[in-house]
């Protein structure tokens, strides 16, 4: 017996800030993520082992994912990728794992986080 997705975390429209946010505050395994950077710039998509939302700047991603400017972005994971805490994630304008720098309100819309 296979597993498929059945939850999906949104942000319809980024506000201006990190937009810190936890998915699933129990064990998950991501499956894919989509979305569009309406930004100039490259953004980062930050995922944390985590069971509630990430202090970010503090807390450190397991994962970082670039979103190439003024596109959509796919992701697809055909071994989920794991998360035994829980799955938390964050949006930010640069890579360090210590970035705290906001996204502009509406940086990234139709975010789909896909996963179980």
Do not use: C
């Not at 998915?23 to 995922?47: E, W």
Request: charged residues 15%; aromatic residues 10%; hydrophobic residues 45%.
């Amino acid at each position: 017996m296979s597993v498929r997705p059945d939850a999906v975390s949104r942000v319809v429209s980024s506000a201006a800030s990190t937009n810190a946010t936890s998915a699933k505050a129990a064990p998950a395994q991501l499956y894919s993520v989509i979305g569009y950077n309406t930004a100039a710039a490259v953004l980062y998509l930050k995922f944390y082992d985590k069971a509630s939302a990430p202090t970010v700047g503090t807390d450190t991603p397991k994962m970082t994912l670039p979103l190439p400017p003024a596109s959509g972005f796919s992701f697809s994971f055909p071994t989920p990728f794991e998360f035994k805490k829980g799955l938390a994630y964050a949006l930010t304008a640069l890579a360090a794992d210590a970035d705290t720098t906001a996204l502009v309100s509406a940086d990234v819309v139709g975010l789909n986080v896909i996963y179980t």
